[in-house]
């Protein structure tokens, strides 16, 4: 383990990497002379290549593609050349995952994440506990927590809650990891400085401005480059949520966005599937022997939109439309707006319309019940329970023991339509403090210095392959290695990175064999 070494909890202004990032990159270096030595290939320490191996966004694609990459360089005993590995979007997926075993480089941990990638999803429950836990603690809660809970629960399949800083105390087995992120509102802009953010086990930052705080204290309050208040560091999965966001931009069909979220309530709402640790909405009624299981109106709605989605594109309307009258019957008189096109379509003319139509009809409605949910969600137990009695009732978790509702028992799906729905109006992301805030330093933009705090995002929105922080002179990069994942023109973010700096050729300096 390397000794570490206290950073100021202060704002760090310069070109230069940190000392603690000096150490780990000489003591890794040793590593890669030992490698190059099993490889019949001698130089000198100051001679060992920097090779940094990047990889491109691209969502749960990126994340498994970077994977099989790294296992497949685990298999032909590559990892050891690397010093450097710096990711966007999908593949920090992945490296978060991995980074999680302090030696993944040096046994099977891309095994272990393969298998995980192929079992179950994680439990609602420890998503929902998970969010629970930083909205009580965290007045920055966001769409970015929620993305980050499901992408750690329904694609990674782990809710990983170590925190970045803590890699910083590890030994140089594995390459030195780059996490990166844009400011949404800066890249919006079409600004060129104060973009690009680099998160390191060390400090996070600015790349192109040289701007940093101790990784340990980003998300802390700063004012004039001093921190005045200490808050709670992100972990992994709210870190997987920042660099992850792609749908903040606010650019991508809504519709999109609202499918993925109903999407991801439906999978738990789903007949049949049950996933470790879920709670249920269902509640049983017990009176005079008779059990009737009953479900509350918030429960079914969710159930019925999400059929909907899946069902959007049938081209048989009558599979839509027995779940559109439902609807109807749930929530008459809890919603308005565009919620009323429910009320104005009859079957006749549900039978009439195109696909095309109906499934406008449908991501309107969706959109509609999420931006309304404050007006069906307010009472979770009204009168149009079916139970015989309302007055007991039993969780079909497996409880014997009778219980009286009441409002502090809530099940873990109806928080979600409660705290993350409201979320899709606000429509904010990546909420930070801003470490520049009333900084006095005539080399800090004005504009930046004046904000208290700013929206981190997927770096992908800027460049789907992490090029800047890899380029910074003082990482003296040699060789670097790009694999992208984009579903587009892979060569798109080669030539926007030549573009934006005017640099495309990366050669090893010349090292002597002996």
């Not at 931006?371 to 497996?398: H, N």
Request: hydrophobic share 35%; with cysteine; proline share 4%.
């Amino acid at each position: 383990m390397l000794k570490q070494t206290d950073i100021p909890e202060t704002v760090h202004l310069s070109d230069s990497i940190n000392d603690e990032e000096i150490k780990y990159v000489m003591a890794r270096k040793t590593l890669i002379k030992e490698w190059l030595n099993s490889q019949d290939i001698y130089c000198e320490l100051e001679d060992v290549p920097n090779i940094a191996l990047l990889g491109s966004g691209g969502g749960e694609r990126a994340a498994v593609g970077m994977l099989g990459s790294l296992h497949q360089l685990a298999q032909d005993n590559l990892l050891g050349s690397l010093l450097y590995m710096c990711g966007v979007s999908g593949t920090t997926w992945c490296m978060s995952s991995l980074y999680s075993d302090p030696d993944w480089s040096l046994n099977k941990r891309c095994d272990e994440v393969i298998k995980k990638l192929k079992g179950p999803t994680v439990g609602l429950k420890k998503a929902v506990d998970w969010l629970k836990q930083w909205k009580d603690s965290d007045q920055d809660f966001t769409l970015t927590n929620f993305w980050g809970a499901f992408t750690a629960s329904y694609f990674m399949k782990e809710m990983d809650t170590r925190r970045l800083s803590d890699d910083a105390h590890r030994n140089s087995t594995n390459p030195y990891p780059i996490y990166s992120a844009i400011e949404l509102n800066r890249n919006k802009q079409h600004c060129t400085e104060a973009v690009w953010f680099e998160m390191t086990p060390h400090e996070s930052g600015f790349s192109g401005l040289g701007a940093f705080v101790p990784t340990s204290c980003f998300r802390s309050q700063f004012e004039d480059g001093i921190m005045t208040e200490k808050r709670k560091e992100m972990d992994m999965v709210l870190l997987q949520g920042i660099c992850g966001s792609a749908i903040a931009d606010g650019q991508r069909n809504n519709a999109e966005v609202v499918k993925m979220i109903w999407a991801l309530l439906g999978v738990t709402f789903s007949a049949g599937i049950k996933t470790e640790g879920q709670d249920s909405m269902m509640l049983m009624s017990a009176t005079g022997g008779k059990v009737e299981v009953c479900e509350s109106v918030p429960s079914q709605v969710v159930r019925c939109v999400s059929e909907l989605m899946v069902n959007a594109e049938d081209p048989d309307p009558l599979k839509t439309w027995e779940v559109i009258t439902t609807l109807r019957q749930l929530l008459e008189g809890l919603v308005s707006s565009k919620g009323e096109m429910l009320w104005n379509m009859d079957s006749e003319r549900w039978k009439k319309t195109s696909l095309v139509e109906r499934k406008e009809f449908i991501e309107t409605v969706s959109l509609e019940l999420i931006l309304t949910s404050d007006s069906w969600t307010k009472d979770w137990k009204d009168k149009r329970y079916t139970c015989i009695d309302e007055s007991k009732y039993m969780v079909t978790t497996g409880m014997k023991d009778k219980m009286s509702i009441t409002n502090s028992w809530v099940p873990d799906e109806l928080w979600i339509v409660q705290n993350i729905f409201p979320l899709v109006k606000k429509w904010e992301w990546g909420t930070v403090y801003n470490f520049f805030f009333n900084i006095q330093d005539t080399n800090v933009l004005s504009s930046m210095a004046s904000k208290e705090k700013i929206h981190l995002v997927d770096a992908g929105l800027k460049m789907n392959s992490p090029y800047p922080p890899v380029l910074r002179p003082s990482r003296d990069v040699d060789l670097i290695i790009s694999l992208d994942f984009s579903e587009g023109d892979p060569f798109e973010a080669n030539t926007h990175t030549h573009t934006h700096t005017h640099t495309c050729l990366f050669l090893f300096k010349p090292f002597r064999r002996t």
